[in-house]
């Protein structure tokens, strides 16, 4: 199966589909851009640093946490934040409960 992105480079490389001009074009490659930024900044989170994953209990404990919010429709800008502000370490309950009233609070 390819990848959104991937068919419209492939499709521009052969000539077909939405150009640099082109509105949609635009919608796309932003579409794009912004998608392969929250993966990055979710990679950073988790504690990946490009290669491999981070060790430690803490970082899969972030993990949870991260899954958690995702889980219950927080938009991946809102769970960066959260968890940007919780300890590195501890029990993934009390975590999800801190990363909630943060972003409660700033409702």
Do not use: W
């Not at 199966?1 to 001009?21: F, K, N, Q, T, Y």
């Not at 800008?77 to 943060?102: F, K, N």
């Amino acid at each position: 199966m390819i990848h959104a992105a991937s068919h419209v480079c492939l499709s521009l490389a052969c000539g077909v589909g939405p150009g640099p001009d082109d509105p949609k074009f635009a919608q796309i490659s932003g579409d794009a851009k912004r998608r392969l930024n929250d993966l990055k900044a979710m990679r950073a989170d988790a504690g990946f640093d490009g290669e491999g994953p981070a060790s430690g209990a803490g970082s899969s404990s972030r993990a949870e946490v991260r899954a958690a919010l995702a889980a219950l429709g927080y938009q991946p800008e809102e769970v960066r934040r959260a968890v940007g502000e919780l300890p590195a370490d501890g029990d993934v309950g009390s975590l999800v409960r801190r990363a909630l009233q943060t972003l409660g609070a700033t409702r």
